[in-house]
């Protein structure tokens, strides 16, 4: 947690974000219940993997986040969510664009800040600093050791991963924009989710490789929206990366 939020914390009584007891920060407890298990919990195309289920205290600490001012669990997010992109993010030989789902710019107003892209930048700041650091430990040997070389040679995506984020490449793009206002999907009934997001994304036209990041998923409206507008402005979409899955339970039994 960044020092300037710990004491305005404390200022103003502090307690965890995931259970709501006395303290600063995330409490012992929460931290021990999170154990982030990628998996991909819907074939595609694109596929979607989700890194947590949506329980407790994933809800609390993502409201707390987005609405309640604890813009510093970014980078607590951010390790989480990692743990599934890092993996799609090196699939590949060409290192895809990472683009958040698009805030409504008057929620984005309201909490003085675009929670999903910076989510998004504070995952793929997590995954370069992995990949950086396996790069590392994974450096080539000599030539007198073949048989160490099989076995530590390092995928040349996660080099180049780790060089783009440390050169302060755009891996986090904002391709997407808001054609029209949507209702918060908490605050439409599962039936008319789909409605709610139809034809209210456009992208800004290119092409390339491109992964969507987004934070919880429901009925996957959002995200079904968000592929759609990105295959018509001429992406190929990769997959989809969900911080918490909240449709498929019988999955995280």
Do not use: F
Request: proline share 8%.
């Amino acid at each position: 947690m960044r020092i300037l939020e710990s004491l305005a914390d404390l200022l103003l009584g502090a307690c965890c974000p995931g259970c709501h007891a006395p303290g600063v920060g995330l409490c012992e407890q929460c931290v021990a219940a999170v154990r982030p298990a990628p998996r991909i919990i819907c074939d595609g195309p694109p596929p979607v993997v989700a890194c947590l289920p949506y329980r407790d205290p994933i809800p609390n600490v993502v409201t707390a986040y987005k609405d309640r001012g604890a813009g510093w669990l970014d980078e607590t997010l951010g390790d989480w969510l990692a743990t599934g992109l890092g993996p799609v993010l090196t699939a590949d030989e060409q290192v895809p664009r990472v683009v958040p789902m698009p805030s409504d710019p008057a929620a984005v107003r309201r909490r003085g800040a675009d929670h999903a892209r910076d989510l998004a930048q504070a995952a793929v700041r997590r995954c370069g600093e992995a990949a950086g650091t396996r790069a590392a430990a994974c450096r080539v040997p000599g030539r007198g050791d073949a048989r160490q070389l099989g076995a530590t040679r390092h995928r040349p995506d996660g080099r180049r991963l780790a060089s783009l984020v440390s050169r302060g490449n755009d891996v986090v793009v904002p391709l997407l924009k808001r054609t029209r206002h949507v209702r918060d999907q908490l605050e439409v009934s599962h039936e008319r989710r789909a409605a709610n997001q139809d034809s209210s994304m456009r992208a800004v036209p290119g092409h390339g490789p491109v992964v969507v990041i987004d934070d919880v998923r429901t009925t996957g409206a959002s995200l079904a929206e968000a592929c759609r507008a990105l295959t018509e402005g001429g992406y190929q979409v990769r997959a989809a990366v969900v911080l918490a899955d909240a449709q498929t339970p019988h999955r995280w039994a």
